[in-house]
């Protein structure tokens, strides 16, 4: 019964920092929406953030070792860009790229 308890705080301390987290931030520059470095970081940030998720996602998981090099995490990537340019759309464009990602790796296109 006392992990119970244990896994409910956890839980309970880990939902109200995440949501922390995202409160603070709007809390804080609620104020100052148009300081210039506030508006800098809220146009260029979330692109540099993407890049180097995209970054560590190519070095990480993609198989560079085959014959089609890259082609498992490249494909998905396209998918993503070719999307989000079409549809303007984040949660369509990364749904897609992740289905594609997994696609090829669930029906084993990439052989080593």
């Known amino acids: 019964m006392s992990d119970m308890?244990?896994?409910?705080?956890?839980?309970?301390?880990a939902a109200a920092a995440t949501f922390a987290t995202r409160v603070i931030p709007f809390l804080f520059f609620h104020r100052h929406t148009?300081?210039?470095l506030v508006r800098h970081l809220g146009r260029y940030l979330p692109a540099?953030?993407?890049?180097?998720?995209?970054t560590v996602f190519l070095q990480r998981s993609a198989?560079?070792?085959?014959?089609?090099?890259?082609f498992d995490a490249l494909v998905p990537a396209v998918?993503?860009?070719a999307?989000?340019?079409w549809r303007r759309n984040a949660l369509l464009?990364?749904?897609?790229g992740t289905m594609a990602y997994m696609a090829i790796l669930q029906l084993n296109l990439i052989q080593a």
Do not use: D, K, R
Request: overall charge negative; aromatic content about 10%; proline content about 5%.
């Open 93 to 96: 464009s990364i749904a897609s």
């Open 79 to 81: 998918l993503v860009v």
């Open 5 to 13: 308890w244990y896994l409910t705080g956890f839980i309970a301390v």
């Open 48 to 54: 540099a953030v993407m890049a180097l998720l995209a």
């Open 83 to 85: 999307i989000h340019l």
């Open 34 to 36: 148009e300081h210039p």
């Open 63 to 70: 198989t560079w070792n085959n014959a089609l090099p890259g």
